[in-house]
């Protein structure tokens, strides 16, 4: 709970924090304070919101560096922010992006997940679970805006949005790669895998592993789209006013219909899938793996 509150993202004023700005600066305001009349920011220590309530859109910004690793800090800041959003009569649309360069999210933080005990696995899975659900299961047009590598968790951003768009990179690689981790997908994400791709193809990309480059997530549909790098985010802004022009309230029971079934299966497993992952990933063999792959990640730079 301290822990919610310390990392509670305040939503100010667009207005007064451009006016703090430039009064910190000691210089004019170069912009006319009717531009900020319709923007709230929110800031957390991973990740930055911004609504810009004219249009409907906001963008959640990750900046969690190195690589927007998915610790509890981040979890908790998402799970916040999504509330907020959700609840919030201005905002119809969501777009994800990342402002690490090179990387939209290298997934969990498998630090959370290494050396660590039941107990603490049951709450970040917890966590996890309710990332997924809360993006999932939105009632916002949700485009992720993939402008790096993305894998595991990131990827699960990706798939549990509406539509995705990803900068073409061919260096810039996509997908499930947890069994490479020596973990397991969970079955939820699994489904929303199947839904995406099919269940072939799921299938060999989860028992694989595979990271694709963005040029082949494009082939295989596991993004809808790939455009420069610099317009990425443009082109997500641009789609959301096609999703926008349909009306709220039809396009969201569709939605609802068309993911209804994963999410009844989800809510009536949850607590033992959390069970199930606090099990698992204290078994000394996974810690084994997990401890194997991190060495690994960091003996890659010396
Ligand atoms: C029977 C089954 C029963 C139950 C099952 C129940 C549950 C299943 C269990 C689990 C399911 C989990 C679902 C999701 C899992 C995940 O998300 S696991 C995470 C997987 N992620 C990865 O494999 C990505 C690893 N990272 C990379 O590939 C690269 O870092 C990158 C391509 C993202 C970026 O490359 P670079 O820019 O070159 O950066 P570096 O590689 O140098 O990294 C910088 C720095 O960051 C550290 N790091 C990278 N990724 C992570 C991470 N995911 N967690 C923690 N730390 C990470 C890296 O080690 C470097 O650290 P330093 O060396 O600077 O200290």
């Known amino acids: 709970m301290a822990s919610v509150l310390r990392h509670s993202a305040k939503f100010t004023s667009g207005i007064s924090s451009s006016l703090a700005a430039c009064a910190r600066n000691g210089t004019a305001c170069a912009f006319p304070c009717h531009a900020f009349r319709h923007r709230n920011s929110s800031t957390s220590s991973k990740i930055r919101v911004d609504l810009d309530s004219s ?3 906001a963008v959640m910004t990750l900046q969690g560096p190195p690589v927007n690793s998915m610790c509890m800090d981040f ?7 999504m509330e907020k959003l959700e609840l919030d009569k201005n905002c119809r649309g969501l777009i994800l992006t990342s402002a690490v360069p090179k990387v ?26 309710e990332m997924w659900f809360k993006l ?7 485009i992720a805006a993939v402008n790096g590598s993305s894998p595991a968790g990131g990827c699960l951003l990706a ?3 509406d539509y995705r768009i990803m900068a073409d ?5 996509i997908g499930l790669n947890e ?22 193809q799921t299938e060999k990309s989860l028992q694989l592993a595979q990271l694709y480059s963005a040029p082949d997530a494009l082939k295989i549909g596991l993004v809808d789209k790939l455009v420069p790098e610099e317009k990425v985010l443009s082109t997500a802004t641009e789609t959301m006013a096609k999703w926008f022009s349909i009306p709220d309230h039809s396009r ?22 959390i069970n199930n992952f606090a099990n698992f990933v204290t078994k000394d063999s996974i810690q084994k793996s997990l401890g194997t792959y991190l060495a690994k990640l960091k003996k890659k730079k010396a």
């Open 75 to 81: 979890l908790t800041d998402f799970a916040i922010s």
């Open 55 to 57: 249009t409907g859109v």
């Open 252 to 273: 969201q029971i569709t939605k609802s219909m068309m993911r209804k079934q994963t999410i009844d299966k989800f809510l009536s497993n949850r607590e033992t899938d």
């Open 136 to 142: 999932y299961s939105s009632n916002m047009v949700t």
């Open 179 to 200: 069994a490479q981790v020596g973990i397991v997908a969970p079955f939820w994400l699994k489904d929303n895998m199947v839904q995406t791709l099919g269940h072939r």
């Open 169 to 173: 990179n061919p260096r810039y690689v």
């Open 159 to 161: 798939l549990s949005s």
């Open 104 to 129: 939209f999210s290298a997934g969990l933080d498998i630090m959370e997940m290494y050396g660590k005990g039941p107990e603490h696995a049951t709450v970040f899975w917890r966590a996890v679970q």
